[in-house]
């Protein structure tokens, strides 16, 4: 049977081509023109970040971190295993080694508690990962971080108009990476942002950024020319990109809202799944306001996952699993090391399935989601785990 319920469906606002129309008009294609300059605006206002810098993707913008915190071979980085590859590929481009510590069981974010334990000398920073913009615990993570001397580098990819204690998601460590890639929330196809929060790195950003140079301030009439001034490369989007994106984050209040609604309704559909422990749903911690990134569920141990999978997709309907754990992946295994055991993780992992979520789907399509899990729970509980 087809797909007739996919998994993700990028939604359009409506807006896109008519910006993209008015940029290809101005005649101005490559980077950082007007629709560049009002998304810049618009991530700085709606974040408190210092800086906001579109870049082509939230993996070139964790690049740019690795190179801002100047990671040389044999540095460490603290994060999860249970993430995407770009977390850890970042800094192990420049020769840093991805330190694996394990997640909390509830939000299946870094676990705070544990990173003490795997800070050696060469640690340099810590990167928490806001799993289905869900916020990690960042006042206990900023805390380490200081008493440490270690920086905060935020991967805020799934986390664009969430909120922790108030404060957006990627704005609080020393610098953010958001990603607009078409399976998140505020889309451009490929894209991403820099926030850079401390001060010290804003004009370094803007050279890295430009290939190593300081065009930026050239274009801004600071300097006459303009040279090359540290190592860097080029990751911004051109105009185009800029147009479509920002005729989305135009939208994004409302593109969060519709999430949330589906987010609720699969919510209330599945709580007498979980009294009847078939299945744990997502857990939101009271400080912490999402953006329905992800509606997952973590199916009960003695229910085999594989099987629920393929009963779904017989149906007609695209859940999928997640992450493999990087500790686990033969790059993750070859660069990085796990600090301690990643229980946590190694028990999750395999028990995670995500629902379709997307602007559009109806609250028939949800019924029809929920009922055919129902069944499908039934035939991999009787399948069990071999
Ligand atoms: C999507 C994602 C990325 C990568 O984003 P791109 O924009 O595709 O580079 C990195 N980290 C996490 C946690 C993500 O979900």
Redesign the pocket.
């Known amino acids: 049977m087809t797909i007739h319920i996919p998994f993700n469906k990028p939604y359009m606002t409506g807006q896109e081509l008519g910006y993209i129309a008015e940029a290809h008009g101005n005649l101005h294609l490559a980077g950082d023109g007007m629709f560049t300059k009002r998304c810049h605006a618009w991530l700085e206002q709606h974040t408190g970040a210092r800086r906001a810098l579109l870049t082509h993707?939230?993996?070139?913008a964790?690049e740019m971190t690795a190179l801002l915190a100047a990671i040389k071979p044999g540095d460490e980085i603290i994060m999860p295993s249970y993430?995407?590859v770009?977390?850890a590929n970042a800094f192990a481009l420049r020769g840093g080694v991805p330190v694996f510590v394990d997640i909390r069981p509830d939000t299946l974010n870094l676990d705070e508690t544990r990173i003490e334990a795997a800070i050696t000398p060469k640690t340099r920073a810590i990167v928490p990962?806001h799993y289905a913009g869900v916020s990690c615990e960042m006042d206990a993570i900023t805390d380490i971080a200081k008493r440490h001397g270690l920086l905060v580098i935020e991967?805020a990819?799934?986390g664009v108009t969430s909120t922790y204690k108030g404060r957006a998601l990627g704005s609080i460590g020393d610098l953010g990476a958001y990603?607009?890639?078409e399976?998140?929330n505020v889309i451009s196809g490929?894209?991403?942002a820099l926030l850079v929060n401390a001060p010290g790195f804003a004009a370094q950003a803007e050279i890295i950024r430009e290939k190593g140079t300081d065009r930026s301030r050239y274009f801004r009439g600071e300097v006459d020319k303009y040279t090359w001034q540290d190592i860097g490369s080029s990751f911004l989007p051109g105009e185009l990109i800029a147009a479509f994106l920002w005729a989305q984050l135009e939208q994004a209040g409302r593109i969060t809202d519709e999430r949330l609604a589906s987010w609720r309704h699969y919510h209330a559909l599945l709580a007498d799944l979980e009294t009847d422990c078939w299945l744990r749903r997502p857990v939101i911690p009271e400080h912490c306001v999402h953006n329905a990134h992800m509606y997952y569920i973590l199916v009960a141990p003695h229910v085999n996952r594989q099987v629920v999978l393929d009963t779904l997709k017989q149906a007609g309907i695209g859940a999928v699993f997640h992450y493999i754990p990087l500790h686990s992946s033969r790059a993750g295994m070859a660069v990085g090391r796990a600090a301690g055991e990643l229980d946590v993780t190694d028990a999750l992992a395999g028990r995670l399935i995500r629902l379709p979520l997307w602007v559009g789907l109806t609250r028939a399509n949800q019924e029809e989601v929920v009922d055919v899990l129902k069944r499908a729970l039934r035939v991999g509980a009787q399948a069990g785990n071999a």
Not at 57 to 60: D, G, I, L
């Open positions: 993707s939230c993996t070139a964790l993430t995407f770009s977390t990962v991967d990819a799934q990603s607009f890639h399976t998140k490929e894209g991403g």
